[in-house]
């Protein structure tokens, strides 16, 4: 599926075209909807995510996004580097700093290293301030058929 906020990689890679120290990025706003958005789609109300004043009390300038909302846009910039979501075959990150209404996020991700069909990425997501807003990312996929 073509996602137009996201960047085009021109169809499905081939294993040949893959190679370790590729990179890849994806940038993310939050906007004041997303968290609301989110809430629909994933059933996570918490009032922390939704209602700004919650989120002042506390401590931060309002509301909060869902972390696995973060965690998705991550997946998603692996998924547009390696061409077919089937390749994804799993992800993990640590949540080290919220990501609140107004942040720009940038997704780094970079291929370390190549196994036949295997494939080992690094991957980093930085708020606009280069604060860690995900740590120890990583993400191994399979280019193969299967």
């Known amino acids: 599926m073509l996602r137009p906020d996201l960047p085009y990689t021109g169809g ?16 993310r706003e939050v906007d004041s909807y997303r968290p609301i958005y989110y809430a629909a789609a994933s059933g996570d109300f918490n009032p922390i995510h ?11 300038s309002g509301a909060i996004l869902q972390g696995m909302c973060t965690f998705s846009w991550l997946s998603d910039a692996c998924v547009a580097y390696l061409g077919d979501p089937a390749r994804l075959r799993r992800i ?34 930085t708020n606009q301030r280069g604060e860690e807003v995900l740590k120890g990312a990583v993400a191994e996929g399979h280019l193969g058929e299967g």
């Open 12 to 27: 499905m890679k081939r294993l040949q075209d893959f190679t370790v120290g590729d990179t890849f990025e994806a940038i």
């Open 50 to 60: 939704i209602d700004p004043q919650v989120g002042r009390a506390a401590g931060y």
């Open 92 to 125: 993990r990150a640590r949540f080290t700093k919220p990501v609140q209404v107004g942040d720009v996020i940038r997704f780094q991700g970079r291929c370390v290293a190549l196994d036949g069909p295997r494939i080992a990425l690094e991957l980093e997501a």
